[in-house]
């Protein structure tokens, strides 16, 4: 157990929808980082938050959005979805990414899969 | 047209053998090099990270080494176990700046032990 928490676990929507993954960090963790893990990308680094502060972007897309609260949990938004959305999305947490070690902290997942 | 999955590299040993599984990095300017682990419905699990700064570090029954004259990762499991069979990720962090902690991964090894 990696002390980072995702829900829902499973997720099944249709298409057009929107929907919001959460994610709580491991105690003392400060940033959060989303991955979008799909067959034919693998996994894709999508947005990172530092304290409630956006820190660095991937290849996200506009309809996708996160924002991470004054408890240092995390949302990832997901709209207007598409076939091609249905993938893993994983939250991960890290201490400060500018300490001595990157070391990201992975959660179990969120299975979205849209029809 | 229609999208295909991702056709990773296999690896196949006999329990107690070593296993030698490469990566190959794209980002010259990244700094620190990091191996995960992924079972199947897990999020990936940190095994072992390295500097730019070092060639070899060891773990428990892992060593990682880095070429970055070539842009090479491996990582060596010793004595392996069929417990060791999972999708292993090598990702780097592109280098420092606004994106450290952003991770990029490689596309994966599957490694399968036989008892």
């Known amino acids: 157990d990696s002390g980072v928490t995702q829900t829902p676990k499973h997720l099944i929507t249709a298409t057009g929808q929107r929907v919001t993954l959460r994610c709580s960090p491991r105690?003392?963790?400060?940033?959060v980082y989303w991955y979008q893990q799909s067959l034919d990308q693998g996994l894709q680094f999508l947005i990172q938050y530092y304290n409630g502060e956006e820190r660095a972007k991937g290849n996200i897309l506009e309809r996708f959005s996160a924002q991470q609260f004054p408890d240092l949990h995390s949302e990832l938004n997901l709209s207007s979805l598409e076939l091609g959305d249905s993938a893993l999305y994983f939250c991960a947490s890290s201490v400060d990414p500018g300490s001595h070690t990157y070391e990201q902290y992975f959660g179990p997942g969120t299975r979205l899969t849209v029809t | 047209g229609e999208s295909v999955g991702l056709h990773l590299p296999t690896l196949s040993v006999q329990e107690g053998d070593n296993s030698i599984i490469n990566c190959a990095y794209s980002n010259s300017a990244s700094d620190y090099f990091i191996w995960y682990k992924q079972e199947s419905g897990k999020g990936p699990q940190f095994i072992i990270d390295?500097?730019?700064?070092?060639d070899k570090r060891q773990g428990q029954r892992v060593t990682v080494l880095l070429n970055k004259t070539v842009k090479h990762l491996s990582l060596q499991i010793a004595a392996t176990q069929p417990g060791d069979s999972a999708v292993y990720f090598c990702?780097?962090?592109?280098?420092?700046?606004?994106?450290?902690?952003?991770?990029?991964f490689g596309q994966g090894t599957i490694l399968t032990v036989h008892p």
């Open positions: 390295i500097r730019s700064n070092m």
């Open positions: 105690s003392g963790d400060l940033s």
């Open positions: 990702a780097e962090n592109g280098g420092g700046g606004t994106s450290y902690g952003k991770l990029t």
